[in-house]
């Protein structure tokens, strides 16, 4: 008996061992996406945390208004994220405005979220990042996930306290300009190009999704550019991939990050989302081109890539 | 004298509630089908991924607009004629409290979506339109189209379930006339909408600036008709029982201010949940998708898609629009098998021509002005939107003439 007893003891230190060391191996792996992203399960039980403000990015109106993450504010991505007039990000005066009067201030833990699979959330995540911001985190799955687990959505629209946030001087090692590409192109600087939309977009098949207002007179894709389309990082119910999946996703296309990377899309805010990923998730060096196509595609002169031959003008 | 109203050619009252023959009870019978039939299809939208609870919700609204459409038959047409040929303004509170409900209803959402109305923005997608001569004659064009065509066309869905056989042509003709519409899109836009103010009240005198404003014109209106307001009827005195319940559900017609409060409640909480209250975003959007499919548009349309309104899409699937609209055709076919409303009407040559005319007529209208007398004028309003009194008035007088001028054919 006292046999048995002592192995069973045995057993069940065994197996604690085992399964403590299988979570810290997990916590070792997953450090850096910890950082960066927050589960729903880890938001629903911060939402009272007076440090930690939400902010939903959605691509659709109405969708924050008719029930969103409590606490949350709300950031409207085509008005609060970009000067619309000269087609450039948001001013850092008015940023900064903004953001205060979320109630944050310097050291709170910023967390985005949106429809789309945090198309825009990442895009938020990005400007934030360029801002200064110093813990920028997003919620994996988004709003799909947040829905689909049925938790609580209000609609009563928030208001903080101003905060004390201030913005840094702009991070320029965050974003490539119109010239910055064109030095990769041309071969004076070293880095890999990511084009994130559909691949017939990439070959040129078609300029641009149906039904879209932002076009480029050409189609096709930056010379030298690796086509990933942006659905590839996340799984089917929009949580992110894990890092070593996504690690070997861009290894086995040739971008390890031994190179500085710039990722572009089509109109520039998609393309944040694979910069989130290789820059935040796997801690590479990634800048966002958000100019993008339609900067590219439409500017006299510059080269493209064109595999299926599309004319500009042809029929 | 309710029965004459109902523009819907001769309708018996319901059986005494006494014989419960066998047609009657094959009715029910009918009518808990449809019943069940919505429920049925409400439950699987709600478990199905991608639509979940928002389409099951517009479904469930749908229909419940329809039984209040049919049993208080909320036609705009109807309600119109009422007052203009027969001096009967009766009828015209049921649009009265609906647009008041609506605005005190509008008004308590809009001050949670957007809590600073001045501050320059508006609401998400309320139909709030553009201000300019082209809902003008929008609603007039519409308001004739009503008369040719003896509905609208929230009218001639509802009556579609009362088995009112001009309203398919109708609903068809609404067709072509979005077609038509999109057609002139293009030339209204830049010659005048592109420049048009999109005026909303709030922006300028706040939410309850607003909603003074709008509940203080719906009560003058209402002062101003209660003298055409007919004698009411003696009601006898007596315990309410069983039989008395059914008469007043499915035997009289339900009170116009029942109704009105009941269309309001539901175009407000439809705003909360979905989307503005509208029904013809899935008609022109079946329109958009057939004309761009064959090449006969062009994938944009300039500026079509910068306003909000009954907004028309390239779409291959049903929206939560294609379900409200199905919702309220299988709730007043509800409502009428079990009041005993559902009766064929008949078709000539004469009448199903007009229908035609008249459903295009309306679906212009309706194209231009970014919605009908449900989108632009119910919801328009009842978001404080400058559009959708234009649009009203407009009706009303295209209504008027089409009356004066003998449009309308049984």
């Known amino acids: 008996m006292k046999a048995l007893r002592l192995s069973l003891i045995v057993l069940a230190l065994v197996l604690v061992a085992a399964v403590g060391g299988a979570l810290a191996q ?34 659709q109106p109405g969708v924050y208004e008719r029930g969103h993450i409590p606490g949350a504010v709300n950031f409207v991505w085509h008005t609060d994220f970009v000067e619309t007039l000269v087609r450039d990000i948001v001013s850092p005066e008015r940023f900064e405005t903004l953001v205060r009067a979320a109630g944050i201030n310097d050291d709170t833990t910023i967390v985005l979220y949106g429809d789309n699979n945090n198309w825009f959330a990442a895009w938020g995540a990005w400007i934030f ?23 609580e959505l209000v609609t009563d629209a928030p208001v903080y306290e101003e905060g004390t946030f201030t913005v840094g001087e702009a991070r320029a090692d965050l974003r490539a300009l119109l010239p910055d590409v064109l030095a990769i192109v041309e071969g004076e600087t070293e880095a890999d190009l990511i084009d994130i939309r559909s691949a017939a977009e990439f070959n040129g098949e078609i300029s641009a999704p149906e039904g879209v207002q932002e076009l480029a007179v050409r189609a096709g894709h930056i010379p030298g550019a690796v086509n990933v389309p942006w659905g590839q990082n996340v799984n089917e119910d929009g949580t992110f991939k894990s890092v070593e999946e996504l690690t070997e996703l861009y290894a086995a ?32 060096e990634v800048a966002v081109y958000d100019g993008s196509w339609t900067e590219w595609g439409n500017t006299v002169g510059l080269p493209i890539e064109n595999p299926s031959g599309t004319i500009w003008g042809g029929q | 004298m309710v029965e004459a109203t109902t523009g819907g ?37 709600h478990t199905t991924p991608g639509r979940g609870a928002r389409a099951s919700f517009a479904l469930l609204s749908g229909a419940a607009l329809g039984i209040a459409f049919q049993r208080g038959r909320f036609c705009f047409y109807c ?21 008041a409900v609506g605005g005190v209803g509008y008004a308590i959402v809009f001050g949670q979506f957007l809590p600073n109305a001045t501050a320059g923005r508006l609401p998400p997608d309320a139909h709030i339109g553009p201000v300019s001569w082209v809902v003008a004659a929008g609603g007039l064009t519409f308001g004739l189209g009503m008369v040719l065509s003896g509905a609208c066309i929230s009218g001639h869905l509802y009556r579609l379930g009362e088995g009112y056989a001009r309203a398919p042509i ?9 077609g038509l519409g999109f057609f002139t899109w293009r030339e209204l836009y830049i010659s005048t909408l592109v420049r048009a103010p999109v005026a909303w009240l709030p922006g300028t005198f706040g939410y309850a600036g607003a909603l003074a404003i709008h509940l203080t014109i719906l009560g003058a209106i209402a002062l101003l008709l209660l003298r055409f307001v007919p004698e009411l009827p003696a009601r006898p005195a007596g315990r309410i029982t069983l039989a008395r319940i059914r008469d007043s559900i499915l035997g009289q017609r339900w009170n116009p201010l029942l109704t009105g409060a009941i269309v309001g409640l539901i175009g407000v909480f439809l ?31 300039n500026g079509l898609d910068t306003f909000s309104g009954c907004a028309t899409a390239v779409v291959n699937t049903i929206t939560e629009n294609g379900l409200l609209i199905g919702g309220l055709v299988a709730g007043s076919l509800a409502a009428a098998l079990a009041s005993n409303r559902f009766k064929l009407s008949r078709l000539t040559v004469r009448n199903s021509l007009t229908a035609l005319i008249g459903g295009a007529l309306m679906g212009w209208g309706a194209m231009v002005s970014l919605g009908c007398t449900v989108g632009t004028l119910l919801s328009g309003i009842s978001a404080f939107a400058i559009s959708g009194w234009i649009f009203g008035a407009a009706v009303f007088a295209g209504v008027w003439i089409g009356l004066k001028l003998r449009l309308e054919s049984s």
């Not at chain 1, 040739?254 to 935040?280: H, K, M, N």
């Not at chain 2, 009657?24 to 699987?44: D, E, G, Q, S, V």
């Not at chain 2, 013809?280 to 064959?294: E, H, K, V, Y």
């Open chain 1, 26 to 59: 997990e916590t070792t792996t997953t450090e850096t996406a910890a950082e960066v992203l927050v589960t729903t399960e880890w938001l629903a039980e911060n939402l009272d945390n007076p440090s930690v403000r939400v902010i939903e990015v959605s691509v």
């Open chain 2, 79 to 99: 309600i119109l004629r009422d007052f203009i040929q027969r001096r009967d303004s009766g009828p015209i509170y049921a649009i009265l409290t609906a647009l």
């Open chain 2, 271 to 301: 705003y909360f949940r979905v989307e503005p209250l509208g029904v013809t975003s899935q008609i022109g959007s079946l329109t958009r998708t057939f004309m761009t499919d064959n090449g006969w548009l062009t994938d944009r349309l």
């Open chain 1, 253 to 284: 296309l040739g971008i390890d990050g031994s190179r500085p990377i710039v990722t572009y899309c089509r109109i520039g805010e998609r393309a944040s989302l694979t910069w989130f990923v290789l820059s935040q998730l796997l801690g590479y």
């Open chain 1, 129 to 151: 990042n360029i801002y200064g911001a110093q813990d920028v985190r997003l919620l994996d799955g988004g709003r799909v996930l947040w829905e689909l687990e049925g938790r």
């Open chain 2, 9 to 45: 050619g001769t309708l018996s009252g319901a059986a005494p509630a006494s014989s419960l023959t066998t047609t009657a009870l094959a009715r029910y019978l009918f009518a808990a089908l449809a019943l069940i039939a919505i429920a049925l299809a409400a439950y699987t939208l």
């Open chain 2, 170 to 178: 109708a609903l068809f003709g609404s067709l072509i006339g979005f």
